[in-house]
């Protein structure tokens, strides 16, 4: 038996303007939060020069046509169109985004452009950063300008990408802890801003679509006891539901709100922001995933934590609410990450169930530390393997009556991982550097770059 995916169903690949792009100074390019981020581990590299997807763009995208892609996820760098995060507009970052865009076009590859992928100017963040009303409105600025300068030709727009991650994890994304009261206004501000940028891309790109991009991840209860189901609830609607029903229901989730009425937080609201939340609305919901996450309910003797270290371990710590449990029945890939296909499936169609628009998975992939060998070749059969597992759930899914429309897998090519370095390789294309020595930087097909055409040609998988 095989799965047939829908006939227009649509293959991409992603990847992210910091992790890819180096050329981190270029051509006017301004500094980003991921460029002055304190290092605090210099075994691995940093995003100065990454895959110098910068400078190689035409191979990169000449190699995806060749894959068969018909969408290109990818995001474009604040800095080098504002290198200030607003005011004075750098056309040579206008102009690189100009060529990538008409390249992709050349091969009929439609881009899906992410407006923002962790990496806030530099300039905004010495103002205050998401904490601030001041960078929604350079955000609009921002926002608006891409949609007026490529919304002739890119239909498609993903708006922050996983704005509960960056939050969840600030440290291991952004190097630095937000206090709680600070990181939920920064929650409302990033929330708005996307309001602002559903409203601009309906207003100035003909037949635009738009789309919000959390890293939504069901979360299961570690136990049938009824308080692990609460804890469960709790961090399902922290974790995910505050910021899809911010997002598509323009509301504040009934749950989230008691839980920042006990951290006692107050979201400053500005004078439009309830009309703004209520009047403008996503086309579809882009989802990253990757893991589950099993929480149980704390016990006096966990002891006071007030902080989630790390949204991949199992030691979520949330005090009074959830913590962290290692799931038996799940497998973990070498970066301790869960691996669980079925969970896809389920949060597909809870998603799907929930929010009844059109889905895209815009991340799902495993990271490994890939080998090239002496003639050229990287055997990739787990990730192959990998992959196919969760395109099974996707296809059981859609058979199930969820309606995705496509697939665009992490990633594209090796990139530096947000904080585990070039070593943990995603791509179906292999980047020939290490952590210490770009070398030439030369491009390989992997073992899954064959397996993925071969998918894509006929549309259908074996199950
Ligand atoms: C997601 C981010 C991606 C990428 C991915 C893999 O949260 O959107 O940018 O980083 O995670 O994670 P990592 O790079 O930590 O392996």
């Not at 500094?31 to 691995?44: E, Y």
């Not at 750098?90 to 992410?114: M, R, V």
């Not at 955000?139 to 498609?156: I, M, P, S, W």
């Not at 409203?199 to 049938?224: D, Q, R, T």
Request: charged share 25%.
């Amino acid at each position: 038996m095989t799965h047939t995916f829908p006939k227009n169903f649509l293959w991409g690949a992603s990847i992210s303007a910091h992790q890819t792009e180096g050329a981190y100074q270029a051509d006017g390019k301004g500094l980003s939060v991921q460029d002055t981020r304190p290092r605090d581990n210099h075994d691995i590299t940093d995003f100065t020069v990454a895959v110098d997807h910068y400078h190689r763009y035409k191979e990169d995208i000449r190699l995806l046509s060749e894959l068969g892609l018909n969408i290109f996820r990818f995001s474009i760098a604040w800095t080098r169109i504002f290198p200030n995060g607003r005011g004075e507009i750098n056309q040579a970052g206008i102009d690189h985004y100009n060529d990538i865009i008409n390249e992709c076009l050349k091969y009929n590859i439609q881009p899906y452009i992410t407006l923002n992928h962790f990496d806030l100017p530099q300039a905004l963040e010495d103002e205050g950063g998401w904490s601030v009303r001041s960078t929604v409105d350079a955000f609009k600025e921002y926002a608006q300008l891409l949609f007026e300068t490529y919304g002739d030709r890119v239909k498609n727009w993903l708006t922050i990408n996983e704005p509960n991650i960056m939050l969840l994890v600030d440290q291991k994304i952004l190097g630095k802890s937000i206090p709680v009261q600070e990181k939920y206004q920064q929650f409302h501000h990033l929330m708005m801003a996307e309001k602002y940028a559903f409203k601009l891309c309906h207003e100035l790109v003909s037949e635009g679509k738009i789309g919000p991009v959390p890293n939504i991840s069901l979360v299961y209860p570690a136990s049938s006891k009824p308080l692990d189901n609460q804890a469960a609830l709790y961090f399902n609607s922290v974790r995910n539901w505050a910021y899809l029903d911010f997002s598509c229901f323009g509301r504040y989730n009934a749950v989230f709100k008691d839980y920042l009425n006990q951290k006692n937080v107050t979201i400053e609201f500005a004078e439009d922001d309830e009309k703004m939340m209520k009047s403008h609305f996503p086309d579809f919901v882009a989802m990253n995933f990757y893991t589950t996450v099993t929480v149980e309910k704390p016990t006096k003797k966990d002891g006071m934590s007030d902080g989630i270290s790390d949204q991949q371990s199992e030691d979520i710590m949330e005090w009074g609410f959830y913590k962290g449990y290692t799931n038996p029945n799940l497998q973990k890939n070498e970066f301790n990450w869960t691996i669980d296909p079925d969970g896809l499936k389920t949060t597909l169609q809870t998603l799907y169930d929930r929010y009844h628009l059109p889905i895209i998975i815009t991340e799902n992939g495993l990271g490994a530390r890939d080998e090239l060998t002496a003639d050229g070749k990287i055997h990739d059969a787990y990730r192959i393997n990998y992959l196919e597992q969760h395109l099974t759930k996707c296809a059981e899914a859609i058979e199930a009556g969820v309606e995705l429309i496509g697939y665009s897998p992490w990633s594209a090519i090796d990139l530096v991982s947000v904080h585990e370095g070039i070593s943990k390789r995603y791509g179906f294309i292999y980047v020939d550097r290490d952590e210490q020595n770009e070398k030439e930087l030369a491009r390989y097909k992997k073992d899954s770059f064959y397996w993925y055409q071969q998918l894509i040609e006929t549309n259908e998988m074996p199950s």
